[in-house]
């Protein structure tokens, strides 16, 4: 079998290069002012944001009005590997630009439309996420934040918690329960809510490897008043937005995953030829580390490869049950690495576990260990993906 790229894909990945290497921001800028948090956009990843949006390279597969350029689901598959591989992310504030924009544009009026997606696209504005709170979670229908009506407006009392971004972000696209006595999952609706609104509070929650401090927040709101007009989709409707919000270019992310696994595990055959181990010999003379090199590459490898059979059958317009098992196994994987890549420098991989580090520093092994575990939370955490899994792909009765 030869697994290789046409000439016009390989074409378009040439041309994404070329623009990377004169377009990205400089390691001095991203060195300079790193984001707070993941609504905090600096000077230059704004213009960064823009410079893409303009280039039709901010979200390519969709249409050039929108910051893309109608790319096909080949070419977003190159874009994605290639983004993977250089230092800054293509945008910051990715609940806003990957979330929230796409559900605005497919359940939003038009006057939201007008006054929220170009602007975030363009990187003028924010937004946070206000979906979890302390008693739900994986159980998002089982939510309390209750918006009732009053007048012209909704009147918000709750708390949402790991809300990103929230002190930094402009707007929240909160979910919140608008019929007390509908079953649970019939009386959530969706209202975006102004950041600098009167009685809305947000707490930053400090985090464990100090990335982004202040990314986390709990966020209060005791009589927030929102215009009923800010209610996106219809009321009591807000449920099918969950599932579609989350679903929204989930189908892609493994793409980077597995190329930034795959640039890991480069760094630490590099590693082996320098680093010694235990007995003072070269680590990569050493028949664990080259076992457990080689086993975390081909399960690397396996997975990569499992993600791009899923894409074909996606390519065309099959089901395509490789991707919910890809969340899940790449979380788990990144883990393992990680793990295993601090074990392998000893107390180095310490070094730069408390300091903002550069773009293309060495991956600090230990610090984003700890940081692993949030990929299998976010999002869905690996259990309920296993009961996906189970239910949905394997078709296995609930209990
Ligand atoms: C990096 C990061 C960023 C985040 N950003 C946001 C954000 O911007 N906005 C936002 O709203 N939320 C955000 N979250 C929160 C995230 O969505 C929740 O943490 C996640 O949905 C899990 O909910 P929970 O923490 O309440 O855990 P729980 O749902 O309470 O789960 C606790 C444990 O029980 C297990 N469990 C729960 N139900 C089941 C079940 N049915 N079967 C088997 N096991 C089960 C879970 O797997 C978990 O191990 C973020 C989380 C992380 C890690």
Known sequence: MKLHYDEETEKFRTELRDWLSKNQPTKAEMDAEPPKSSAHLPDWARAWQLRLFNAGLLVPGWPKELGGRDATPIQQLIYFEEFANIGPWRAYNMQGVQIITPSILDFGTEGQKERFVLPCLRGEITWCLGMSEPGAGSDLAGLSTRADRDGDDFVINGQKVWTSGAAEADFCFCFVRTDQDAPKHKGISVLIIDMKSEGLEARPLPELTDRHHGDF???????????????????????????????????????????????????????????????????????????????????????????????????????????????????????????????????????????????????????????????????????????????????????
């Open 217 to 399: 927040n709990e966020v209060f709101f005791d009589n927030v008043r929102v215009p009923a007009s800010n209610l996106v989709g219809k009321l009591n409707d807000g449920w099918r937005m969950a599932a579609g919000s989350l679903a929204h270019e989930r189908g892609m992310l493994w793409t980077g995953q597995c190329a930034r696994i795959e640039r890991r595990l480069r760094e630490l055959v590099e590693l082996g030829k320098t680093q010694k181990g235990p007995d003072g010999k070269p680590l990569n003379e050493s028949k664990k580390f080259k076992e457990e090199l080689g086993e975390l590459w081909t399960s690397g490898q396996a997975l990569k490869f499992m993600g791009y059979r899923g894409f074909s059958k996606f390519a065309r317009g099959e089901a395509s049950p490789e991707h919910s098992v890809m969340k899940l196994a790449c979380g788990e994987m990144e883990q393992n690495l990680f793990l295993w890549g601090a074990e392998v420098t000893g107390p180095r991989s310490l070094d730069t576990h408390h300091k903002r580090v550069a773009y293309d520093a060495p991956a600090p092994w230990a610090r984003q260990y700890l940081s692993s575990f949030s990929y299998t939370i976010a999002g869905g955490t690996s259990e309920i993906q296993r009961n996906i899994i189970a239910q949905r792909v394997l078709g296995l009765p609930r209990k």
